[in-house]
């Protein structure tokens, strides 16, 4: 079984990054959002564009893509589960388009409108951080019990292919041409990112 106990502690690796940026979302909205009484559309943007970005992340796990459906295949034990973790993502997804409908990017005006935002936005995380730990204290154990030997090497090898490719076909960052040059990049990136805060 230590084919199973490697693979499910590089999905635990995967689940902490995930739930670090959603706490990290989270503490922003608490810190610099939820008390004003209104965002600027940068701000906004911003903060969408994030939610956006770990839906995606969210939705592209190795738990979804190797995990769930070699469990799927192994027993069918796992159906009431996996549908309760679909439900909540479907929460998530809820959440999201609420709020493309409700802003499109725009300014948020009033502290009535504020608090929606950020609640959508708090129930998107909330929604995600619940599956995470079901995932890890449910899923986890039921698919170490479920799925064979053989399959757990199977897993390990998509997902070592699956690192393979995404390291090949990862764009090549520019570097800068000297140390001063990436002193200044990285302080431009990060009044840019920081901008929205002190906005309106």
Known sequence: MLTATYTLVALSVEQASVRVSLQSLKKLLQSNFIHQTALTSSQVSYAFDALQRLYHNC????????????LRRATGQAGSLLDELDALTDAAGQAI???SARVMAAAVSGEAAVRQFCG??????????????????????????MISGEDWFAIANQMLAHDAYRLETRPARETPASPGEAVHAAEVDRQRRHAFIAAG
Request: aromatic fraction near 10%; charge should be negative.
């Open 120 to 145: 959508a936005i708090e129930a998107f995380c909330d929604a995600m951080l619940t599956r995470l730990e079901r995932e890890e204290h449910e899923l986890f154990s039921l698919a170490r019990t």
């Open 97 to 99: 388009a609420d709020i």
């Open 59 to 70: 939705h592209w796990r190795k738990i979804d893509t190797f995990l769930i459906p070699a």
